[in-house]
């Protein structure tokens, strides 16, 4: 049986570079996003740099039989998952009350339901093989208070780090590890997908950082088996802030900045 890492959301940004950075520690790759195109070029690229063998599965999360779905084609091929990799996500651009209750949903399936999904149906085997890793993307959203846009982005994001803890709590002693990897303002195509470029364009520069440098702390620290990764310095100190400043002083921000990923790109 071949041993692959498998991440979700491969076919850009964070997603994108954690697939690097595992090739190039040699760990076999499994691609998953919705666009079929774009996993087969990343896949021919990734094998080309880092000579691991590469193959990819398009698959909407949305879809409440996606995780399933991803399980199946792993066991078809007889692929050991040693490490999941959750990182697909997007947020919705309308105000809250503006989102139908299907919009929300499928928001919630990506971001929430399939992570605990994909996590159920692999971890079954990594207890029986003693090992396993697990890295939940989530962000400083978490830890931050309610924000005036994206209203379930963060709440989410917080029940995703709780989550992440419960499996270091449950299955440490197994030889399984979960690290929630909580970047802050990362340059991808996030804010234009979810449409709210125009509010990251006012973010000082100094807050936005590299997908690779995100992906790179992100896979070396869970590899570790860290169980909370804020990557940069920057961002470790805005998480220390953001406990000890007055709430209402990040009330007033929330109104004009954004959680999550920033694009310059597309």
Same mark, same amino acid.
């Given at each position: 049986?071949?041993?692959?890492?498998?991440?979700?959301?491969?076919?850009?940004?964070?997603?994108?570079?954690?697939?690097?950075?595992?090739?190039?520690?040699?760990?076999?790759?499994?691609?998953?996003?919705?666009?079929?195109?774009?996993?087969?070029?990343?896949?021919?690229?990734?094998?080309?740099?880092?000579?691991?063998?590469?193959?990819?599965?398009?698959?909407?999360?949305?879809?409440?039989?996606?995780?399933?779905?991803?399980?199946?084609?792993?066991?078809?091929?007889?692929?050991?998952?040693?490490?999941?990799?959750?990182?697909?996500?997007?947020?919705?651009?309308?105000?809250?009350?503006?989102?139908?209750?299907?919009?929300?949903?499928?928001?919630?399936?990506?971001?929430?339901?399939?992570?605990?999904?994909?996590?159920?149906?692999?971890?079954?085997?990594?207890?029986?093989?003693?090992?396993?890793?697990?890295?939940?993307?989530?962000?400083?959203?978490?830890?931050?208070?309610?924000?005036?846009?994206?209203?379930?982005?963060?709440?989410?994001?917080?029940?995703?780090?709780?989550?992440?803890?419960?499996?270091?709590?449950?299955?440490?002693?197994?030889?399984?590890?979960?690290?929630?990897?909580?970047?802050?303002?990362?340059?991808?195509?996030?804010? *234009?997908?979810?449409? !709210?470029?125009?509010?990251?364009?006012? /973010? $000082?520069? =100094?807050?936005?950082?590299?997908? +690779?440098? &995100?992906?790179?702390?992100?896979?070396?620290?869970?590899?570790?088996?860290?169980?909370?990764?804020?990557?940069?310095? *920057?961002?470790?100190? !805005?998480?220390?802030?953001?406990?000890? /400043? $007055?709430? =209402?002083?990040?009330?007033?921000? +929330?109104? &004009?900045?954004?959680?999550?990923?920033?694009?310059?790109?597309?």
């Amino acid at each position: 049986m071949k041993k692959f890492a498998l991440v979700t959301g491969a076919s850009s940004g964070i997603g994108l570079q954690i697939c690097h950075s595992l090739a190039k520690r040699g760990y076999n790759i499994i691609l998953t996003s919705r666009s079929e195109n774009k996993l087969k070029t990343i896949s021919e690229e990734i094998y080309s740099k880092h000579r691991v063998e590469t193959t990819y599965f398009p698959c909407d999360l949305a879809n409440k039989q996606g995780p399933q779905n991803i399980y199946n084609f792993c066991e078809s091929k007889n692929y050991q998952v040693v490490v999941l990799v959750n990182n697909a996500g997007y947020a919705l651009s309308d105000a809250f009350e503006k989102n139908s209750v299907e919009d929300e949903e499928d928001c919630i399936r990506v971001l929430g339901t399939s992570v605990v999904s994909l996590t159920k149906l692999f971890v079954r085997e990594m207890i029986k093989n003693n090992e396993g890793k697990i890295m939940i993307v989530s962000s400083v959203a978490a830890f931050a208070p309610p924000a005036a846009i994206q209203v379930m982005y963060g709440p989410l994001k917080t029940f995703m780090n709780r989550f992440s803890e419960a499996l270091n709590i449950n299955y440490n002693s197994k030889g399984i590890t979960s690290t929630a990897l909580c970047p802050g303002y990362t340059v991808t195509n996030f804010h *234009t997908a979810s449409g !709210v470029q125009g509010e990251m364009d006012s /973010v $000082p520069k =100094f807050l936005k950082k590299s997908a +690779s440098r &995100i992906a790179e702390e992100g896979v070396e620290g869970m590899l570790k088996g860290k169980k909370i990764i804020i990557p940069t310095k *920057t961002w470790k100190i !805005v998480v220390f802030l953001i406990k000890i /400043v $007055p709430q =209402f002083i990040f009330d007033f921000l +929330s109104g &004009i900045l954004a959680p999550g990923r920033y694009d310059v790109e597309n």
